[in-house]
C-alpha cells in the first residue's frame, strides 16, 4: 500500500467548486473524474455510469482513464450493474475472486462503485478501478459517497 496522503477534504471543496461552477452535468462529471484520477493515486480508472430507465441499462458517461469497450452495462450484470439494482456500495478489493466481474482491462486489480440516489432512486454511479491489490478503505467508501450525494442535485 503506498503511504501516500490523500486530502479528502481538499478534494471534496473542489468538487464543491465544479458543481457550483453551472457548467453542464457532463461537464461537472468529466471535471470530477479528472480530478479524482489526478489526485488519489490508486484511481486508475474513473467513470461515471447513468441509468436509462426505460431500456435498464447503465450507459457509460464522463470518464477518465483508458476507454473501455462497456459503454452499456445491463442492470444486474457486473459489479456495475449489481450496485445499480440493490443501490449499495460494493467494493471488489480483488476482481479475480467475484464470479459476476466485467473485465475492462487486464491491469485491474480491484474495484469500488458508489451509487448516486435521487430521491431514494438510483440514478447513476461512479465506478472507480484500481491497479492496486486491495487499495480501498472506509476512508474511500465515505468520501466517494460524499461525492455522490453532492452529485445528486444535479439530476
Not at 459489479?79 to 443501490?87: K, P, S, T
Not at 476512508?139 to 445528486?152: A, G, N, P, R
Amino acid at each position: 500500500m503506498n503511504n501516500i496522503h490523500i486530502n479528502y477534504d481538499q478534494l471534496l471543496q473542489e468538487v464543491d467548486l465544479y458543481i457550483s461552477a453551472c457548467k453542464t452535468m457532463d461537464g461537472i462529471l468529466s471535471d470530477i473524474t479528472g480530478l479524482l484520477k489526478s489526485k488519489v493515486y490508486h484511481y486508475d480508472w474513473v467513470g461515471f455510469y447513468l441509468l436509462d430507465k426505460d431500456q435498464s441499462i447503465l450507459i457509460l458517461g464522463p470518464f477518465s482513464g483508458k476507454p473501455t469497450e462497456h459503454t452499456q452495462i445491463q442492470v444486474g450484470k457486473g459489479v456495475c450493474g449489481q450496485v445499480a439494482e440493490n443501490n449499495q456500495l460494493k467494493i471488489v478489493q480483488d476482481i479475480s475472486q467475484e464470479g459476476n466481474y466485467i473485465a475492462c482491462s487486464i491491469d485491474v486489480q480491484s474495484e469500488i462503485v458508489v451509487p448516486i440516489l435521487k430521491d431514494g432512486q438510483f440514478v447513476a454511479e461512479i465506478d472507480i478501478d484500481s491497479h492496486s491489490p486491495a487499495p480501498f478503505t472506509l476512508e474511500d467508501e465515505i468520501f466517494l459517497t460524499s461525492i455522490c450525494q453532492k452529485l445528486s442535485v444535479l439530476f
